[in-house]
């Protein structure tokens, strides 16, 4: 069960307590001063035992407690005790008060709806107690405030303060339970994004280290293929493969010292650019990375629109690009489907693989650290990503909608893709395998 329902269930056993106090309270003190219990009266004692039996049955199961049913255990009260005031005692019992027992468990525990309306019965139970069974020695006559009156206007003050205070209860106790809830809400939020910052700082101090321990094999990986290229006396495969070879430890030395750059110039974290020129260079550099793997860009939006587009948005799109061509490692021979759309306001990029899905155990290979990186990456921005199945059944969209800042008139401009014109920015796009 989630703790939701595990606090439904706590409770729960909180109510069959007390009802079960209530119970061997009332029957003690009816025993301590004498009362002897008529027939009615232990029937509906008895009638209170079984209710509690059935609550207290109910929290030994597994099965979640819904809102519905907790409410229906808080009704069944009303089986018993209007009853039992009825036949003893009436509006003039003291054991009355217990009416707002479970009033005030509707209130701290349940929304506005059920404690108003847990409230207006308990107010109906008390008026008709008073109007049929006030309790006094002249009942009748009390009813038409003649003989035993002063009483009588005692019980109506009674049920005045009775009523007021249900009121009281069904309103400010419920907004502040609400309050209480919504703020362990939050702080059950606040948790989770400090876990997620904390994970991601952890990743971060990671890939620094990292970075910085790659940096001297890959300078000596670059200073072996040029001796090798340059000794000239391999043929045309070995040749293509140093080229190929070459060109990835160019591409790690590139990301590198565009690393360094950019945490050594905090301030150029955002860069004003044209957004279609934007998507077409964060997926060349990411076909860089993956020359292996085919993409298709279908873009629309106004094609000649600039805006500020942090700098990590563009290594989130690479992150779930890498995650969907290895969730797509099979299926190679399929596409990855890169849709985006763009307001003045909104970005919107959908990026659809051919995997197994989210529901697959093998697609837990694609969704790992870039995934993570590109959540937080993301929400710090304003963003959010949000992963869906594929309405094929097979594969995973993974959306990504970030909030567009418009750049200051002065600095706006826009860069036009390399090749490709105005007017095929609203096109498809098949990327190449380089």
């Known amino acids: 069960m989630s703790p939701l329902d595990q606090i439904v269930m706590t409770n729960l056993r909180r109510l069959t307590v007390l009802r079960a106090l209530a119970l061997c309270g ?3 003190s009816s025993l301590w001063f ?11 004692v008895v009638l209170g035992v079984c209710t509690a039996l059935v609550s207290g049955w109910r929290t030994r199961g597994q099965v979640a407690i819904r809102r519905l049913e907790f409410f229906a255990h808080l009704l069944m009260d009303w089986l018993w005790l209007p009853p039992l005031l009825a036949l003893s005692g009436g509006a003039a019992n003291p054991f009355i008060t217990y009416l707002l027992v479970p009033l005030t468990i509707a ?40 003989a035993g009156g ?4 005692h019980l109506v003050g009674m049920w005045a303060t009775f009523a007021f205070s249900s009121l009281l209860i069904a309103g400010f106790v419920n907004s502040m339970a609400s309050t209480l809830r919504e703020r362990d809400r939050r702080l059950h939020q606040l948790q989770q994004a400090q876990a997620r910052r904390d994970q991601v700082l952890a990743l971060g101090t990671l890939a620094a280290g990292t970075a910085h321990e790659l940096a001297s094999p890959l300078q000596t990986m670059a200073l072996v293929v040029e001796e090798l290229q340059a000794r000239g006396n391999q043929d045309a495969d070995a040749k293509a493969d140093l080229a190929l070879l070459r060109q990835q430890v160019d591409v790690c030395k590139q990301a590198l010292a565009q690393l360094k750059r950019r945490a050594s110039d905090p301030e150029s974290r955002d860069e004003v650019q044209g957004v279609a020129g934007f998507l077409q260079r964060a997926l060349e550099r990411w076909q860089l990375l993956r020359p292996e793997v085919h993409y298709e860009l279908s873009s629309s939006g106004p094609a000649d629109m600039a805006a500020r587009l942090p700098l990590t948005l563009e290594q989130a799109l690479i ?30 990029v959908c990026i659809i693989d051919s995997g197994p899905g989210l529901g697959a155990g093998s697609s837990s290979s694609g969704f790992g650290i870039g995934l993570i990186l590109s959540e937080a990456a993301l929400s710090q921005l304003g963003g959010r990503l949000h992963l869906s199945a594929r309405a094929s059944g097979r594969g995973t969209v993974a959306t990504i909608e970030l909030p567009l800042l418009a750049p200051a008139a002065k600095h706006a401009r826009w860069e036009q893709p390399v090749g490709h014109s105005q007017a095929d920015a609203g096109s498809t796009n098949q990327g190449e395998v380089l």
């Open 26 to 28: 009332y029957a003690g």
């Open 319 to 348: 992150n779930l690009l890498n995650n969907a061509a290895d969730a797509s490692a099979g299926e190679q021979s399929v596409p990855i489907l890169v849709e985006a759309t763009w307001t003045t306001q909104r970005l919107r």
């Open 34 to 44: 004498g009362h002897s219990l008529s027939g009615g009266a232990l029937a509906c």
């Open 107 to 146: 209130a701290a525990t349940m929304p506005r709806f059920y404690s108003w309306m847990m409230a207006l019965v308990s107010i109906a139970i008390y008026t008709a107690l008073i109007l049929a069974f006030p309790g006094t020695e002249q009942d009748h006559q009390a009813h038409t405030g003649a």
């Open 150 to 153: 002063a009483f009588y206007r």
